[in-house]
DNA sequence: GTCTATAAGGAGATAGAC
DNA sequence: GTCTATCTCCTTATAGAC
C-alpha cells in the first residue's frame, strides 16, 4: 500500500529544489506553484509566506545532513579513516547536486544576516559541523600523535572543506575536495 | 581645482556598494537611480542593462583587489611575512566591510555559473589568487624546508583562506581567518 | 483543502521632450 | 546627457467560490 506524497511535502520538496539550484530570490512563488501542480491558494494554505517556506527548506536540510552523513561514516572506526570519509561524503554530495554548493552558505551569501532566523539556522549547522570534526580530532590525539592544538586543527580542517565546497561551486568540478583528502592523507 | 566625480562613476559607486551589501536580485534599478539621485534615463545612456553594471562592478572589483594587495604587501620581503600579511589584508578587508564577504564569491552563490561572463570573471579571479599564494611559497621552498608539495599546499593555503571568508560573512566576525594565520605560523 | 480571480506594487527597460 | 512618463511583465499575497 504506497502512501501518496502529501501536496505541502510536494510544495516543499519543489520549493526547496528551486531555491538550492537556481537561488531563493531567483525563484518565484508563481514558479513553485508551476512545478509543484498545485494552485497558488493552496501553497498558502500550507505555508504563511515565501519565507516559512524557506526556513522549512533549511530546517530539513539540516536534519538530512547529519543523518545522511552518519549512515556514510557508519561502518568506519578508524578516526582518519573517519576523516577522510567525511571529505568523500560532501564530494559525493556536490557530484550529485553538479557542483551547486553548500545550502546554507548560499543563503547566506544571498540574504547576509539580516534575517534573524535563517541566520541562526545557518550558524547553528555550521558549529555542528565543526564540532563533528572536533570530536573525531578528539580520537585522533588520543591514539596518536598530537600534532597540533586540536581545536585548532578542526578548526582548519572545517575551513578548508568550506572553502573546497565553495571552490567545486564556482569551477563545476571536486578537485579541491580531492585536494583536502590528499593533504589530510600526509598529514596523519 | 577639484574634479566633480562623473555621473557614470557615480552610477557604478552605488551599484557596486547596494550589489555587495544586499545582493545583486536584492537591488532594483529603482533604488540604484535613488541613491545615485539620477534619472532612470541616465542610467540607460550610461549602461545597456543592469548586466552590464555588474560585468563593470565585477571587473572593478577585481581591479581593486590586486593593486589594494601589492600595495599592502609592498614593504614585504620574507615570504612568510608575506603570508601572514596576505592573510591580514583579507581581514582588513573583511573588517572595513562589516564581515560582508568576497565580491565573487556571492556573485557565483546568487547567480552559479549559468552566466558565462560573469562565472569566467569570478573564475578567473580565484585563479589569480591561487597563483599569487603559489608564488609566495615558491620563494618559502627554495629558501627552507619543503615540507609538502608546493601545489597542494598552495592549494589547501588557498582554501582555508576562502573558507575562513565564508565563515567571516556568517558569523560577522573575523576569528577564523585569525585561525588562519595561527596555523600559517606554526606549519613554517 | 483546493481552486480561480485579483489586488497592489515593483521589476527592468524604452520613448521622446528638453 | 539628463529628464519625465510610460510600457509590459512579474512579484508576493489575499478573498472567496466550491
Do not use: W
Not at 24 to 48: P, V
Not at 72 to 98: N, T, W
Not at 153 to 170: D, P, Q
Amino acid at each position: 500500500m504506497e502512501k501518496k506524497i502529501s501536496t505541502k511535502q510536494r510544495i516543499l520538496d519543489t520549493a526547496s529544489n528551486l531555491f538550492y539550484y537556481q537561488g531563493f530570490n531567483n525563484t518565484g512563488i508563481n514558479q513553485i506553484i508551476a512545478e509543484a501542480d498545485i494552485a497558488i491558494g493552496s501553497l498558502y494554505k500550507h505555508y504563511r509566506s515565501k519565507n516559512d517556506l524557506l526556513y522549512s527548506y533549511l530546517q530539513t536540510e539540516e536534519e538530512k545532513f547529519f543523518t545522511s552523513l552518519n549512515e556514510y561514516l557508519g561502518k568506519a572506526s578508524d578516526p582518519k579513516e573517519k576523516l577522510l570519509k567525511l571529505v568523500d561524503f560532501r564530494i559525493r554530495l556536490q557530484e550529485e547536486a553538479q557542483c551547486s554548493g553548500c545550502h546554507f552558505i548560499k543563503i547566506n551569501a544571498e540574504l547576509g544576516r539580516k534575517d534573524e532566523c535563517v541566520n541562526e539556522l545557518v550558524l547553528n549547522h555550521k558549529a555542528k559541523q565543526k564540532a563533528y570534526l572536533h570530536e573525531i580530532l578528539d580520537e585522533l590525539s588520543t591514539s596518536g600523535s598530537q600534532h597540533l592544538e586540536t581545536s585548532l586543527l578542526a578548526n582548519i580542517l572545517f575551513l578548508m572543506i568550506e572553502g573546497a565546497v565553495v571552490s567545486a561551486t564556482i569551477t563545476g568540478n571536486t578537485n579541491d575536495l580531492k585536494s583536502v583528502k590528499a593533504y589530510i592523507q600526509q598529514l596523519f
